[in-house]
């Protein structure tokens, strides 16, 4: 069993930043391919990247979010540069064992609760 932690969370105006953690106990971190993924109010929640050996990102946040990974640490990070409006969400990572970077959420089996990010105009 595999628990999940973030933190980083937080009220930002638009072209900020924000680095969200995920710290991870329970498991072999490093066995493990992680995502982030965001919900906003009354959307449905999406993926927003994800890495294991390489990294891969959504459309939407390809070039301003960065996912990377301390496996001494077992954590897993978001750094979110030039963020917009549109970012505002409950973000949280995720951790799946069947490999390869996955963008589906029913493929991730452990969930940590999500932090709140709030971009302002």
């Known amino acids: 069993q595999v628990q999940l932690v973030e933190s980083g969370g937080g009220l930002v105006q638009a072209g900020g930043s924000l680095r969200l953690s995920c710290a991870a106990s329970?498991?072999?971190?490093?066995?493990?391919?992680m995502g982030w993924f965001r919900q906003a109010p009354g959307k449905e929640r999406e993926f927003v990247a994800g890495i294991k050996y390489r990294t891969y990102y959504a459309d939407s946040v390809k070039g301003r979010f960065t996912i990377s990974r301390d496996n001494a640490k077992n954590t897993v990070f978001l750094q979110m540069n030039s963020l917009k409006p549109e970012d505002t969400a409950v973000y949280s990572c995720?951790?799946?064992?069947?490999?390869?970077?996955?963008?589906?959420?029913?493929?991730?089996?452990?969930w940590g609760q999500g932090t709140q990010v709030t971009v302002s105009s």
């Open positions: 995720a951790a799946q064992s069947r490999g390869g970077i996955r963008t589906m959420e029913s493929e991730y089996d452990y």
């Open positions: 329970g498991g072999t971190f490093s066995s493990y391919t």
